[in-house]
């Protein structure tokens, strides 16, 4: 492999120059004029639409090349087309958070000098999972080829797909014991994995070796290197049609194109000013086995998030005062949150136009180095950084949703996306075989509300826009637990006008197996990870685990007794406790314990999401049909909403129109009764401020934020008038 | 260019307009005159006549209010100068005991009051809910929008304010 000429490509030097073409002009490569455009605009369109059917065709092809149902039933891939120096120039549906953390891939390898050394040839396959160098977390496995035509490099053709088994320190592509890189699993760092079109053996026996279930991952290899090979002679004959130059220039116009539409949709839909919001989230892990002592066992983060949006359209987005990076697996790279902008504008501003990395270069992230979102150690782990960045997009979510309220694009404003747990698992499968298996149904969570009508129930996720759970058959094929239940948690979506998106509840029947370990992780202990808009409250998102060892469910089966198929709707005593007779477990934040085996029960429930508007607002009638249909309880109704329900010569409830009216006015009046003015409360509180009474870990969050940014003191000082430094941070230098 | 009627404006922001025809609004290209017909939809809603300048939320909107901007209520009741956080002149209904929050989450887990609360921000004359804010407790009240109302209307609406 080093027996090589010299390189002739010379692309550092060409990346180099665009960058400051780009930093001279504003425009993308300099490209002032959109020339090709404006000669034939019907060409430059239908060029464009070329390539995005070039990337959707090599995706569906290659799905049906993967053995992973993450891939196969839900999804969990994306291609992209991309110019020598790696910027998107079209991309397929999917998993579209990872075209921009491939775009830093590639630019990675230019930069780190692979045109001289491992050589970057025709038929060249470069594999990589190294989250600092460009990707989520590590199992996002990104699989780039260039493409050659003349003997030049006219750009590149890249795949991901997102790994269910990842070889961590626990089972599954989400390692959620991970606390540090070295425990997270297989790294493949920008490596040359395969040359002339064919994946090295050297490289599939490394994977064999250090996966605990490597079909999914060595084929998810051969369908991404497919697909890009695909995408690669696609382009190469799509040159040969128009010719080299004309692909060279209109390449660049694609991306200069899509950064332009990118700022005139933000003066069309939006409103210039200064845009806040936060979340939390809570990290209990206290006593659990495995956990290294490195860190505090029990953490809660802020996110503080402010948008500006300036009358040019740019969208600059700043997490001053949000918290550092910990030894935990929820940390996250500079590449992982430029994703989490990318797919979120993807999905909420480039309805129109074209798609690629222009629209990201129409924005500007600050991310505090040091902090969870840029960490300055690159030994930290960012497994479960969804964990972190969906809660944080979903604030970005709001706050842009804002914007389009302002303007009156209310059909297009959204509460946002939420966390959505993930359960993981391996050991001895149903057949009797080393297995292991991330269980991607949580790619179906409740959304949340819109400001016209109720979010979506289980059909939603940040990081994919096609959402799926994927059947219960395929799953049961791939695991050794059986589903007695998949329901809709009623009351899961936040309380609004407008409710947020309910979620499901999965039990599973722990089946033919001896050693089962089940992990979770993803979602927030404590604290709501979610917020409400205009009115509306968050989705109740700090659910617990709830599991029966060595349950009588044989028992309860033969005597054809009833089961339990879900949790319920009592908090204080499941269906479980109340059906199943075994040893109990609840169990607040990651699920890690000892080996299940057959006979245990498990459940598990993914999130809903935020409400809008002000519950009183509520329709009864829709009300009346979401308690019909298991979304909302009765009691919720009327206790929540103000709503009324009789019930009809079926049984079937009705809204009571008169009495709802009457309520909600007691309501009204109760609320005014129960409120005090803010002045007040800010004046009682303040004392509780001053005296720092709270629990370790709010006053550890505090003190936390206060070091990392001066910003946020001042603010949290002036807020309260009082000096915070001297309360969360006694002794230290003024 | 796209163009609807201030009927279907009214209907699109009351929730009303049927869906499928929704869907359409969504999918089609935007509708560039949008602004100034919502305007007045909303102003059409409200019992008061001061103008609107921007909604700032479901039931909130900046007015002019003689020579001052204010936010106000779609009551009529003005929280003051649209520069300043209208939260601050609002009532407020703080949830951080298990009772109070489960009254809203009657089914499910619930945060730890003593690391979470819900703050609801209510008008002082009508009881509307304009916003809630889930926080650990001490978190300041956040300003959630500092429109720059000026550069707005004389640089993308090109009309004067």
Redesign the interface.
């Known amino acids: 492999m080093l027996d090589k000429p010299a390189s002739a490509l010379r692309i550092r030097e060409r990346l180099i120059e665009s960058e400051r073409l780009m930093e001279e002009t504003g425009c993308y490569d300099g490209i002032t004029e959109l020339q090709l455009r404006n000669q034939d605009p019907l060409k430059f369109e239908t060029l464009h639409t070329k390539l995005r059917a070039y990337c959707v065709s090599a995706r569906e092809m290659a799905r049906r090349i993967s053995a992973s149902p993450g891939v196969r039933e839900v999804g969990e891939m994306v291609v992209a087309i991309y110019t020598p120096e790696g910027d998107a120039i079209a991309l397929s549906n999917g998993i579209m958070v990872h075209v921009h953390t491939m775009s830093r891939f590639i630019k990675w390898m230019i930069r780190n000098g692979y045109e001289e050394n491992p050589c970057i040839r025709d038929g060249d396959i470069f594999a990589n999972n190294d989250a600092f160098i460009g990707t989520v977390q590590v199992p996002d496995v990104m699989d780039v080829v260039p493409i050659f035509h003349s003997g030049k490099l006219v750009g590149w053709a890249g795949a991901v797909c997102h790994e269910l088994e990842a070889g961590g320190i626990t089972p599954g592509g989400d390692v959620a014991l991970a606390q540090e890189r070295f425990t997270e699993g297989l790294f493949v760092c920008a490596e040359k994995v395969g040359e002339n079109d064919e994946i090295r053996r050297d490289y599939v026996i490394r994977c064999e070796r250090n996966l605990r279930m490597p079909i999914y991952w060595v084929l998810d290899e051969k369908a991404k290197v497919a697909s890009c090979i695909d995408m690669r002679e696609s382009v190469k004959a799509l040159i040969d049609e128009i010719g080299l130059d004309y692909w060279m220039q209109v390449s660049k116009e694609f991306i200069e194109e899509g950064r332009r539409a990118q700022l005139a949709r933000t003066?069309?839909?939006t409103?210039?000013?200064?845009?806040?919001?936060?979340?939390?989230y809570?990290h209990v892990t206290a006593g659990k086995p495995g956990y290294q002592p490195l860190g505090d066992p029990d953490w809660?983060y802020?996110m503080?998030i402010e948008m500006e949006i300036t009358?040019d359209g740019k969208i600059i987005m700043d997490f001053e005062g949000t918290q550092p990076w910990g030894y935990h697996s929820m940390n996250c790279t500079p590449a992982g949150m430029d994703g989490g902008m990318f797919v979120t504008l993807t999905q909420h501003m480039n309805?129109?136009g074209l798609v690629n990395d222009g629209a990201w270069m129409a924005t500007e992230l600050k991310l505090p180095h040091g902090t969870w979102t840029n960490p300055d150690n690159e030994m930290v782990a960012t497994a479960t950084s969804w964990a972190l960045l969906l809660p944080a997009y979903g604030v970005f979510q709001r706050l842009l949703s804002?914007s389009f309220?302002?303007?009156?694009?209310?059909?297009?404003a959204f509460v946002g996306q939420v966390n959505s747990p993930m359960i993981e698992m391996g050991g001895t499968s149903q057949y009797g075989k080393l297995f292991g298996m991330a269980h991607f149904e949580c790619a179906a969570a409740g959304s949340g509300a819109l400001?016209?009508?109720d979010g979506l129930d289980t059909a939603y996720v940040g990081w994919n826009p096609e959402s799926d759970m994927g059947n219960i058959e395929i799953w049961e094929q791939n695991m050794p637990m059986v589903y007695i239940g998949r329901s809709i948690?009623?009351?899961?979506g936040g309380?609004g006008?407008?409710r947020g998106g309910c979620s499901f509840i999965s039990t599973w029947l722990v089946s033919k197996t001896d050693h089962l370990r089940l992990v979770t992780s993803e979602h927030s202990s404590?604290?709501?990870d979610n917020?409400?808009?205009?009115?509306?409250?968050?989705a109740?998102t700090?659910?617990?685990h709830r599991a029966v060892r060595d349950s009588n469910i044989f028992e309860l089966a033969e005597k054809r007794a009833p089961l339990a198929h879900h949790t319920g709707?009592?908090?204080h005593r499941s269906e479980l406790e109340l059906r199943l007779q075994g040893e109990h477990v609840t169990m607040e934040g990651p699920y890690i314990t000892a080996p299940h085996r057959t006979g245990d029960v498990f459940t598990h429930s993914y999130n809903g999401g935020g409400g809008?508007?002000?519950?009183?607002e509520r329709d009864p009638l829709k009300t009346a049909a979401d308690v019909e249909n298991g979304y909302l309880?009765k009691?919720?109704a009327t206790?929540?909403f103000g709503i009324m329900l009789d019930e009809d010569e079926d049984g079937y409830p009705v809204a009571n129109l008169e009495a709802t009216k009457r309520h909600r006015a007691e309501m009204?009046?109760r609320?005014?009764a129960?409120?005090?003015?803010?002045?007040e409360?800010?004046a009682t509180?303040r004392c509780?401020?001053e005296k720092a009474d709270?629990?370790p870990?709010?006053k550890k969050?505090?003190a936390s934020a206060i070091k990392l940014s001066s910003r946020f003191t001042r603010?949290?000082s002036d807020?309260?008038n009082v000096d915070a430094k001297s309360i969360f941070m006694p002794g230290a230098k003024p | 260019m796209t163009s609807y009627s201030k009927e279907v404006i009214a209907d699109l922001v009351a929730g009303t307009l049927p869906w499928p025809q929704t869907r359409r609004v969504m999918s089609a290209y935007k509708d560039d005159d949008r602004f100034f017909k919502y305007v007045a939809v909303l102003q059409d809603r409200v019992g008061w006549k001061d103008p609107i300048l921007l909604p700032v939320s479901d039931h909130l909107f900046i007015c002019q209010s003689g020579d001052e901007r204010v936010t106000r209520c779609e009551c009529g009741h003005s929280f003051g100068d649209y520069r300043k956080n209208w939260k601050l002149k609002a009532s407020i209904i703080v949830r951080n005991t298990e009772e109070t929050l489960r009254e809203i989450y009657p089914n499910s887990d619930i945060p730890d009051p003593q690391w979470m609360e819900i703050r609801e921000f209510i008008c002082p004359e009508c009881g509307t809910m304009h916003e809630v804010e889930a926080a650990a407790p001490g978190y300041p009240i956040v300003h959630d929008f500092q429109p720059d109302l000026e550069g707005f209307y004389r640089e993308w609406l090109g009309k004067p304010l």
């Open positions: 003066r069309q839909l409103v210039p000013g200064i845009y806040r919001g936060h979340t939390f809570g809660l802020n503080p009358t309805f129109e804002r309220i302002g303007r009156g694009f209310v059909e297009e400001a016209i009508k948690v009623p009351n899961s309380a006008k407008y404590r604290v709501f917020g409400g808009m205009c009115g509306g409250y968050p109740p700090c659910q617990k709707t009592n908090p809008y508007g002000d519950v009183l309880t009691e919720a206790g929540i009204r009046a609320r005014l129960q409120a005090k003015p803010v002045s409360w800010i509180e509780r401020v709270f629990a870990e709010v969050m505090y603010e949290f807020f309260w």
